[in-house]
């Protein structure tokens, strides 16, 4: 069964601190993986697309990881900010455009 | 202008009455997404349409209808809104180019049954 999950499902942490997503996923034949970044109401916002080939990407202070092999990716956030608090998506393609989603985790940067 | 755009951004209804959601896109994909939004629960699709002439059921269409009137249009219809249909909407649009498929979404209508 094509699964995605993440962790932990909410987090708080301390502005200017770091922290790290995890995503697992069973989907197969897998395409690309993507995290999305959804603030509160809004529609989710691509942050980072990664294929099969690639196993880090980078789009300022988040930086993306995936291991295909064991079907992890990671979502690294560097010296949080206020602004970082959303919840982040994690969304895994199969080849075909079908997509599998998972809940998400509820960030919280407190000042 | 937003890529997609959705209408109205909130609405409250009651029980019982029709409610049409709206959806409008200047992407130019084809492909077209309703989806649905509850805390814990995640995205849960409710149609796609991969063109014009293309309608097909996600995985909780009971209670729902949809109408691509045209490329750019893709609306959803709530023939008798019921409580439980409380939730945020979201519409997405999606171009299959190998390897690098993803959505676009709208910033969604937050839908109270009353």
């Known amino acids: 069964k094509n699964q995605v999950e993440q962790s932990p499902q909410s987090l708080i942490i301390l502005e200017g601190k770091n922290c790290t997503l995890q995503?697992?996923?069973?989907?197969?034949?897998?395409?690309?993986l993507r995290w999305y970044k959804q603030d509160t109401g809004r529609g989710p916002v691509s942050l980072t697309i990664m294929t099969f080939s690639e196993n880090t990407k980078s789009n300022g202070r988040y930086t993306a990881t995936l291991d295909a092999d064991t079907k992890q990716s990671s979502l690294h956030i560097t010296a949080s900010q206020l602004s970082d608090s959303a919840s982040y998506i994690c969304?895994?393609?199969?080849?075909?455009?079908?997509?599998?989603f998972g809940t998400g985790t509820s960030l919280t940067v407190i000042p | 202008d937003a890529d997609v755009t959705q209408t109205p951004r909130n609405r409250i209804t009651k029980t019982g009455k029709r409610i049409m959601l709206e959806c409008s896109q200047t992407?130019?994909?084809?492909?077209m997404y309703w989806y649905r939004q509850d805390p814990g629960l995640g995205l849960r699709l409710i149609y796609y349409?991969?063109?014009?002439?293309?309608?097909n059921k996600g995985e909780i269409s009971d209670g729902y209808s949809v109408s691509r009137q045209a490329q750019a249009k893709f609306s959803l219809s709530l023939e008798s809104a019921i409580p439980n249909q409380t939730a945020l909407y979201f519409c997405?649009?999606?171009?299959?180019?190998?390897?690098?498929?993803?959505?676009?979404f709208g910033s969604g209508t937050r839908l109270t049954v009353v």
């Open positions: 992407k130019g994909h084809d492909r």
């Open positions: 349409s991969f063109d014009v002439k293309d309608i």
């Open positions: 995503c697992n996923y069973t989907v197969s034949p897998f395409s690309n």
């Open positions: 997405a649009t999606s171009e299959p180019k190998t390897g690098l498929d993803g959505y676009t």
């Open positions: 969304v895994v393609s199969a080849t075909g455009n079908q997509f599998y």
